[in-house]
């Protein structure tokens, strides 16, 4: 059985909003499994909380580029958010962001890729970091490609063009006018950067959450003690709306408030003149599920006038 700590009681408490007894209690009734104590505190109903993403932001910039039917992602990060108002860092991040449209996803092959002026982007994030005075790297990169349609990208928090915070591309296949397609497809990316999807529609949803899900709504439905055919009927309305609050096309278009995702992409097609197909997305948030040291600025100070 894993030790419970109070670190792991204060994470499971940020986690749920759940009071410290009922956390520590949680942790042992699950042997110290973080992720089973959620369950497990939502099936008794004293989560507040069904997720909160509790992810530290690193530092550093995401970057976009986009044209016609291709479109890039790029993530580099820094120690400190002061690196990301740097012009040479700013233009070090375009720079990958371009280069990642000809690396097919691959960071590898992202990092091995000749960088204008000389030496590679690996070379040349050595190169930054010794005149930054920062560690930084190259953490990850994505591409979206269609065969007709276009690839739009937004960012959100922009600190320069194409640099911000949160860049999202959104894939439309379509033989649709393409201004109209791009024109919709930024609207659509911005609902992406808003609501933050995990799939597409129910059948990208990863079939172990949607089980895990499964299980919990079905715990808290019995508790009701009604009949088993009016429990499998709470069940499945409840998936429903699970599923219209995580998948793409089942959500509310955050544009008008009003239709499904899956409605304003018909309609789009409709004034696009030809059906549009969403094929994907991608959402990068500067930082997530990267965990940093918390460190007291003041205790540092002190340490070092001592």
Request: negative net charge.
């Amino acid at each position: 059985m894993a030790e419970i700590t109070a670190a792991l009681v204060k994470d499971l408490r940020e986690k749920t909003g759940a009071g410290m007894m009922d956390c520590k209690k949680a942790l042992t009734e699950t042997t110290g499994d973080l992720e089973a104590a959620v369950d497990w505190l939502r099936k008794k109903g004293l989560a507040a909380a069904a997720k909160k993403a509790g992810r530290v932001a690193a530092e550093g910039l995401v970057g976009v580029a986009a044209e016609g039917t291709l479109g890039a992602i790029a993530e580099v990060n820094s120690e400190t958010d002061f690196v990301a108002r740097n012009e040479a860092f700013q233009t070090f991040v375009n720079t990958v962001a371009q280069l990642a449209m000809g690396a097919g996803g691959d960071l590898e092959a992202l990092l091995a890729a000749d960088y204008p002026g000389g030496g590679t982007v690996a070379s040349t994030v050595t190169d930054m970091i010794s005149k930054i005075g920062e560690n930084m790297s190259v953490r990850r990169t994505a591409i979206l490609q269609v065969s007709d349609g276009v690839v739009a990208a937004y960012m959100h928090n922009q600190v320069a063009p194409a640099l911000g915070k949160i860049g999202v591309l959104v894939a439309l296949e379509s033989s649709g006018d393409k201004a109209k397609l791009a024109a919709f497809g930024r609207q659509l990316a911005m609902h992406v950067a808003a609501t933050n999807p995990q799939a597409l529609d129910a059948s990208d949803l990863d079939p172990v959450a949607v089980e895990r899900e499964r299980n919990v709504l079905g715990e808290q439905a019995r508790a009701s003690r009604k009949p088993e055919n009016v429990v499998e009927k709470m069940i499945e309305g409840r998936l429903r709306k699970f599923y219209e609050e995580v998948c793409l096309l089942d959500q509310t278009f955050v544009i008008d408030g009003e239709n499904k995702v899956r409605q304003a992409v018909e309609q789009a097609g409709e004034d696009a003149g030809g059906p549009i197909k969403v094929t994907g997305f991608l959402r990068y948030q500067l930082g997530e599920g990267i965990e940093r040291k918390e460190s007291d600025f003041a205790a540092e100070v002190a340490a070092q006038l001592a």
